[in-house]
Each structure stands twice: as structure tokens, then as C-alpha cells.
């Protein structure tokens, strides 16, 4: 008789309950057990063969990976939990399995100066509009905080009120991966997460985990003893055998296939991706296509985390950490699906658009040291100073728009940024966007009347962002006039690539318990607040409109609705983060 045992777990692996059943339980009972035990994980096993399910923080249970190993569905829950569920408000507790940092590796630790240094670098690279120079840092579990210190006139009382509410701070780790957070969320939740993600990516495999955790109670006990030195030593010998830790990296990148395989449209027939990586910046091409027809999507962090992951357990390998990966998903005409793994350890050159700065590479090669590391990548990470002071060439890709603004200014947009006379932005670093489109009717005496309609268009960062690029326009006469094709193509640019990015972000943001300003409308975890007039929860909006140059948002019992203008940043993602939410919180 099959049995099929079903666990509701802890985070860490912990059972709390579990019973056997004849025949694979469906989904609707496992979370009923789940629910019924409190636990936000459940698994079901048969033999070896082990299925994990877990509850987002929206209460909703679905598969997270089928028929795998213990040892996957351990790495799966964490990165769930990871992604789903830490920090909360008040951060992650120690007491969590990413709750501490993971230890530094002899030699790896960074200090204060390395963190500015590298932080400057990280600024200088990409152009920000940040200080350089003056800043200070602060040291935390997994690395520094490193930021522009704000000066107060000590004899102001009300000084405080002119604060920027929204600056910008780096949080770099003892690897040397920089963060970019907002000082809108406590320091201390961003600081736990940037912990917990440091952790899940570096933390020892089980085995190792387990003999550290031994030899610690041992030396525990020992000093509790009154005889020190009873345990004269405790060496830690217990590396995973080789096929062990093949068999888990090969389990762990199947499971990021699958994950990527669902950023993939409704049909497709082969699924390429490419990831360039070291330990503080990585790259990530992947792209689907369906019958020759190709398309791009973006890679969310949530996946960059699980790669890093695989990526740090390879290098437990002979041939040491890759520095691209590829992998091809191919589709059968019965729906299944074939996946293919490459790796490439730099035995040559990287194509130029994935090779990462010098920088990144001297951090790889101090958390992994190579017995040999291949010429061309010595000389490069070796000459990466001369190298980073040198003008950045410019880019040979054909702009998709290149015109005047005005009478004069020329605005240029590629794929990677988009530039106003001497202002430019990556659209990585684009935190808001706002085009609107206004009409206005000018009443003549004698003559008849005339229209002019005007064409917005902004993109930006919270701190510090591009003045010239806040509120590019273009004008137009007549009653029904021709959209401008340049702003036509930079709204169609935003809408396909930017907006997936930035709901993506914002709603982890909002779910995580942070806030979105869009106009005078405050979005949270709980609903939308319009100090004095509105403060709906999720369930009781009943529909968001755009018209009219305005966004609308309709609640029950309300008979006017609220209205926010699309000229407000942001405001185009309103109504996808209420539907986000609605749905989620239903």
C-alpha cells in the first residue's frame, strides 16, 4: 500500500504534526492542515520523493516544488520564507534560520574605508546623483550602511520638518553586494532583510550547519563544566561528499527553472537564459520563444536570490563558483519540457555584455579563491581602477527615440537609459513614471476656438532625481491631433518594461508592510488613505477607472469617488496594485 505522509512543518524544518494517507492529498486539505496547525508549510512524502506547499503572507496555499528531495524542499522553504514572509515590521529574530548573519569567511570581512570606497565606486558607475565625498557608515550584522549624512542647524527647533523623508542609503555586505534602500522604511527592517537574504545565499550546507552547531554546544558545555580545555579541540571534517553536493546544485537549478519557466508568456516552445555572476553584481538575459517569435522578460530578485544560492553551493565543487550560467528549456509537443545546463567558468573572455566590472570579480576571487584563475580574468579584475576611470564608450545600439524637446534639447533613449541634455537615468534606476495627456480649449471673440493638447512625459528616483527629466512635453494643436510618435514610443517603452518592474516592487514593498505615496493618496498593507476623506481597507474599493486624465477609485457606501491625477507619479500602477491586492487579501 502507498503511503503518503504528510508533515506540517516549521520554517526550519521542524515537524509539528503528521499524518498518513492513502493517496496524495489535493490541495484544499493540505491547507486545511496547514491551517489547522498554524504552520505556513506543508509537506507530502512518498518514499524519498517530497512535495512542499506553503501560505504567503496573503494567506493563499499553492505548490511550491514537486517530487524533489528533503534536502531541495529544505533550500525551497527558506527561499519561500525569504521572498514571502521576512522580516517582519519588527525584523527577523535570531532565532529564525536567517535570522543571523552568516559567518565571514577568513580574510572577507570588509571594514569601514573598503565599504566607502566601494560605495563610491558603485555611485561613480552609474552616474547617480549622490555625494561621494563626507559619507559615513554604520556597521550592522551583515555588513556596513554607508550614506550622505544630513546636517541640521542645532539651533532651529524646527529644523527637523525640512528632512527629506525619502533618502537614499547603501548597504553593502562582507562580499561586497550593494544595496540601494530608502530611509522611508525602518533601519532596522531593510537591514534584516539585506541579513536575511546574505544568509539564505551564504549559510552552510545541512551537514556543515549541524557539526558547527555541535562543536558550539560542545564548547558551551565545556565552559559550563569549571574545567576549560576538557575539550582540548573540535576540527569540523564533515564536507558533503562531491556527488552529494552535485546532486543537490543540479536539483536546485531545476527548481530555478521551473521558476523561471512561469515569468514565461501563455505559449511558448523554448526558454533561454543567461546569468552572469559574482558575489556582489550578477546579469540576467532570458528570453521565450514560441514558433521563431522571441521575447525578453525581466528576471525579479526573488529568482536572483535562489541563483545566488545554487551558485554559492557550486563552489563547494572541484571546478569551483561558474561565472555564466545557461540554461535552455525546451518544450515537447505533449508539454513536456527538457532542461539543459552550461556552465562557464571563464576559461575565456566573457562576451562583453555580460562581463561585469573589475570590481566584482576581485570580490569573487577573495570569497572563492582560485588555485588557478584563468589570464585574462587576472589582468582585468587586476587593472580595474585605471579601468573604471575611463570614459564609458558609447553605446553602438540604435536609440528607439532621438529628437528635439522643444526648440533645441535632444532627448535619446535606448533600451539601458535615457538621457536629456546633461541629465540621464538607467531605466533600472527609475523608481516612477507619469505621462498624462491634457487638452486645453482656448475661447476666441471673433475667431473660433482652438485646442492644444499637451504630452507628458517624467521618469525619476524618490532622492535626488534628474531635474530635466521630471517633465518632458510636447505640444500639439487642433481638436484631434497626431500622439507624438517619440512620446508614443517612450509610454509603450515604460508601460512593457518598466511597470511589470516597479508593481513588482511596490507591492513586495506594501505587502512587507512599507507605504506608496501616488498624489495625496498614501497606499499601504491595510488600503489607501486620503487624510480627512478616505481610509478604505481592500475589500470594501469596488473599481479603479482611468479616464479623463484621472485615475478614479470607487468605494462602497461612497457616492463621489476619489480621484488621483495621472500626472501624479506613479499613479498608472494604481490600479494594478489594487487588483494585486484585492486578490491576495480575499
Known amino acids: 500500500m502507498t503511503r503518503h505522509v504528510m508533515t506540517a512543518v516549521g520554517v526550519g524544518g521542524e515537524p509539528i504534526a503528521q499524518e498518513v494517507r492513502p493517496s496524495p492529498p489535493p490541495l484544499v486539505v493540505v491547507a486545511s492542515y496547514g491551517d489547522l496547525h498554524s504552520s505556513d508549510y506543508v509537506t507530502v512524502a512518498q518514499g524519498v520523493s517530497v512535495s512542499l506547499y506553503a501560505r504567503d503572507h496573503g494567506g493563499t496555499w499553492d505548490i511550491v516544488c514537486a517530487g524533489t528531495d528533503a534536502a531541495t524542499v529544505g533550500e525551497l522553504r527558506l527561499w519561500f520564507d ?76 524646527m529644523a527637523f520638518l525640512d528632512l527629506p523623508l525619502d533618502r537614499s542609503v547603501f548597504l553593502i555586505s562582507d562580499v561586497g553586494r550593494i544595496k540601494e534602500v530608502t530611509t522611508a522604511l525602518p533601519p532596522e527592517q531593510v537591514q534584516a532583510l539585506f541579513t536575511a537574504e546574505e544568509a539564505f545565499v551564504r549559510r552552510a550546507p545541512l551537514e556543515e550547519s549541524f557539526m558547527n552547531g555541535l562543536k558550539e554546544e560542545f564548547e558551551r558545555l565545556d565552559a559550563r563544566s569549571g574545567q576549560p580545555g576538557a575539550v582540548a579541540e573540535f576540527t569540523v571534517v564533515s564536507d558533503p561528499p562531491e556527488e552529494l553536493t552535485a546532486g543537490r546544485v543540479s536539483a536546485l537549478t531545476h527548481e530555478a527553472a521551473q521558476q523561471l519557466a512561469l515569468l514565461g508568456p501563455a505559449q511558448w516552445d523554448r526558454m533561454t537564459a543567461v546569468f552572469s555572476c559574482t558575489v556582489s553584481a550578477e546579469t540576467a538575459d532570458v528570453s521565450f520563444s514560441n514558433h521563431g517569435r522571441s521575447m525578453g522578460v525581466r528576471v525579479p530578485e526573488q529568482i536572483a536570490l535562489l541563483v545566488r544560492r545554487q551558485r554559492h553551493l557550486a563552489a563547494a565543487m572541484p571546478a569551483g563558483p561558474w561565472l555564466r550560467l545557461l540554461l535552455t528549456v525546451t518544450k515537447a509537443a505533449d508539454g513536456r519540457a527538457q532542461v539543459s545546463t552550461e556552465y562557464d567558468y571563464g576559461d575565456e573572455r566573457l562576451p562583453d555584455g555580460q562581463l561585469l566590472a573589475p570590481p566584482h570579480y576581485r570580490n569573487d576571487l577573495a570569497a572563492y579563491p582560485r588555485t588557478e584563475v584563468p589570464t585574462w580574468l587576472t589582468d582585468y579584475a587586476g587593472a580595474g581602477v585605471a579601468r573604471a576611470e575611463r570614459p564609458r564608450p558609447e553605446s553602438v545600439e540604435r536609440p528607439f527615440v532621438d529628437s528635439k524637446v522643444g526648440w533645441s534639447t535632444h532627448v535619446v533613449a535606448d533600451r539601458h537609459r535615457i538621457t536629456y541634455g546633461r541629465h540621464t537615468l538607467d531605466w533600472d534606476e527609475v523608481e516612477w513614471v507619469r505621462y498624462p495627456v491634457s487638452r486645453t480649449k482656448h475661447l476666441g471673440f471673433l475667431m473660433p476656438s482652438t485646442y492644444t493638447t499637451t504630452y507628458t512625459f517624467g521618469v525619476g528616483r524618490y532622492a535626488d532625481s534628474p531635474e530635466g527629466l521630471r517633465n518632458l512635453s510636447w505640444s500639439r494643436g487642433g481638436k484631434r491631433p497626431t500622439d507624438p510618435a517619440e512620446w508614443l514610443a517612450l509610454v509603450d517603452f515604460v508601460q512593457r518594461v518598466i511597470e511589470p518592474r516597479l508593481l513588482a516592487k511596490y507591492l513586495d514593498l506594501i505587502r512587507r508592510g512599507g507605504s506608496l505615496p501616488i498624489g495625496e493618496v498614501r497606499v499601504h498593507r491595510d488600503g489607501l488613505t486620503l487624510r480627512g476623506v478616505m481610509d478604505a481597507d481592500w475589500h470594501s474599493l469596488t473599481s479603479v477607472e482611468v479616464a479623463n486624465g484621472l485615475v478614479w477609485v470607487h468605494e462602497q457606501g461612497r457616492s463621489q469617488p476619489v480621484r488621483v491625477s495621472l500626472g501624479s507619479p506613479n499613479a498608472v500602477l494604481l490600479p494594478g496594485i489594487v487588483a494585486a491586492m484585492r486578490a491576495v487579501t480575499g
Open 82 to 157: 525569504l521572498t514571502h514572509h521576512c522580516p517582519g515590521p519588527d525584523g527577523t529574530d535570531e532565532g529564525h534560520p536567517l535570522g543571523k548573519a552568516p559567518a565571514a569567511e577568513a580574510g572577507v570581512r570588509i571594514d569601514a574605508a573598503r565599504a566607502v570606497a566601494l560605495v563610491q565606486e558603485h555611485i561613480s558607475a552609474r552616474g547617480l546623483d549622490y555625494p561621494v565625498q563626507g559619507l559615513e557608515t554604520d556597521r550592522f550584522a551583515a555588513g556596513w550602511s554607508v550614506y550622505a549624512p544630513v546636517d541640521i542647524d542645532d539651533s532651529d527647533p
